[in-house]
């Protein structure tokens, strides 16, 4: 399907006012939108308060200062500690888990009981093997059983043609028991899509299908597409890809997993793509809208946002209707924040909201030119996560920015010196998830040279951090990550790490894991009391 002309949103007014609104006043901690709270929050997110035995930062929140990257970076923590960790070949941009309970009663396909005994997998993505360095030992995803936090263990690698370098695609289907990527190798490889089949024993995904989608022969449509990002409605029925290469959306029919086929492509018209988040019904779709801003255009009210949140009503994908329609519903977009990555729709005390993650900062990324850009319009020069209001789907609201202090401009001096040499990905957001989408206390991030942060959202307008981990910096780069091979001149010896994926937080026990591209997978527990909150749980499947 090609929907441009229909999709293309026409940029009104009120949307320019506030593109407008991000550029001024912005040291007032305030968006457009009250908080009905009588008393403004402040502009950065409160610090978290560390326990005595916690190595915490010694310059501002999320910095890592030039003298301790020049003497090589020993880490940070606060709240967290580690407690296991399976380096490997290293990582890459994206984690997924399967969380697997009572296992003498499972079905092909079908669901799970709740016996408290569970088994906890993991899976994340490494390099292409094109881009790997000399000395790595296995391609492709690694499996791991991190049942033992303190004893993540490897047990398989997969090695299908999306799974050699998945990106940011890779997901696993709870309800379906479902793990899949899109090729998405160099950030673009090709239409194959990969389903594997995690129901009989997670440590040992068996493939169903590692077949190109769009060609005609699937039995789909007929439309090129090229992976990068991806992400399953939550019934498994659906699987939806982002093609940065010709800047669509793609939806991917996965009622059969061993015969995946294209449903529908469609072109939002307004900038490019990246990731996405389904209604629990599938027919909401909370898709971002991958805007650049040079720093010409900070200043410039004639040039209008192209950054931000596209909700799409997706009724028809979701019935499965012939030569299916999507319609834009709401739209919200902004000038302080760029490259958006993905988003997260969940409820917070009841009330439905988007959280939503950016890549680059106000200046359309992180070169030189870039942060000074923004910084010379009074503007973050890092990317952040946000909070959405979307109780009225055509009007959405920001409420919150979850800023910490290196992303105040008013630092900006304090912290540019930090990244003299580095071209991208320095502080700033990646990739998030929640406790909880149901019921939402608690946000995690990795922000690059920022490392893990968790924030409190319980108060969806006045978040707050509770706890970060920053891990040493590697005087090698992994042969498995993108830190230097895809990235030239990024990896410093000694230098912060790139935590960029999504985390996986467990109430019952209190931790979390992730990974960092040179550390590896890394599993952190909380200090006693910090968290989980007594309201937070952790489902399984309902984490991104």
């Known amino acids: 399907m090609s929907n441009s002309a229909r999709q293309r949103p026409i940029v009104t007014a009120a949307l320019i006012a506030v593109s407008c609104a991000a550029l001024v006043g912005f040291g007032g901690g305030r968006d457009e939108h009250g908080s009905g709270h009588g008393k403004e929050p402040p502009l950065t997110v409160p610090k978290a308060k560390c326990g005595p035995h916690d190595n915490p930062e010694t310059g501002l929140q999320g910095q890592v200062p030039a003298a301790l990257r020049a003497s090589g970076f020993k880490g940070f923590n606060c709240n967290l500690e580690l407690i296991g960790q399976s380096k490997g070949d290293g990582a890459n941009w994206q984690t997924t888990e399967f969380k697997e309970r009572d296992r003498p009663h499972r079905g092909k396909w079908g669901g799970w009981g709740h016996d408290k005994d569970e088994r906890v997998c993991g899976y994340h993505g490494t390099a292409s093997p094109a881009l790997s360095g000399p000395n790595r030992t296995n391609l492709g995803v690694p499996v791991l059983d991190i049942t033992n936090p303190h004893r993540p263990t490897p047990t398989a690698h997969l090695t299908t043609t999306s799974m050699l370098d998945p990106w940011e695609s890779l997901k696993v289907n709870e309800r379906r028991q479902l793990l899949a990527a899109d090729n998405g190798q160099n950030g673009g490889g090709g239409p194959e899509v990969d389903i594997y089949d995690v129901s009989d024993d997670c440590r040992f995904p068996q493939l169903l299908a590692s077949l190109p989608v769009g060609t005609g022969a699937d039995g789909g449509i007929v439309a090129p597409v090229i992976g990068h990002e991806g992400s399953f409605a939550p019934d498994g029925l659906t699987y939806y890809g982002g093609d940065l290469r010709a ?75 012939p030569n299916p329609q999507v319609k834009l519903l709401g739209q919200v977009l902004w000038k302080d924040g760029s490259v958006a990555q993905h988003t997260i729709n969940v409820k917070i005390r009841g009330k439905p909201y988007v959280i939503f993650v950016d890549e680059g900062g106000s200046g359309g990324g992180t070169s030189a030119a870039q942060l000074q850009g923004a910084c010379a319009a009074g503007l973050p020069p890092f990317p952040m996560a946000r909070i959405i209001d979307i109780r009225d789907e055509t009007k959405p609201k920001i409420v919150s920015r979850l800023m910490t202090e290196v992303h105040d401009p008013a630092n900006c001096d304090k912290v540019i010196p930090d990244l003299v040499g580095l071209s991208i990905f320095t502080y700033g957001t990646h990739y998030c998830s929640v406790d909880n989408r149901h019921n939402a206390t608690t946000l ?100 991104n």
């Open 247 to 321: 800047a669509q959306y793609y939806a991917v029919d996965t009622t059969n997993p061993s015969e995946p086929k294209l449903l529908a492509a469609w072109k939002p018209g307004i900038a490019n793509v990246h990731g996405m988040s389904i209604s629990d019904d599938g027919t909401r779709g909370y898709f971002v809208s991958l805007g650049f801003n040079t720093p010409a255009d900070l200043t410039n009210p004639a040039v209008a946002a192209t950054n931000g949140l596209l909700i799409y009503d997706l009724t028809e994908i979701q019935k499965r209707k």
């Open 444 to 543: 995690a991030c990795g922000m690059f040279n920022s490392g893990i942060r968790v924030f409190d959202i319980r108060d969806p307008e006045r978040p707050k951090e509770i706890a970060y981990y920053n891990p040493a910096g590697a005087t090698v780069a992994s042969p498995g990550s993108n830190h230097d091979n895809s990235f030239a001149k990024n990896f410093v010896p000694g230098g912060p790490d790139w935590c960029s994926a999504q985390v996986h937080l467990d109430a019952r026990k209190g931790t979390l894991w992730t990974t960092c591209q040179d550390n590896g997978v890394l599993v952190l527990k909380f200090r006693s009391g910090v968290w989980p909150f007594p309201e937070s749980s952790t489902p399984p499947g309902q984490q």
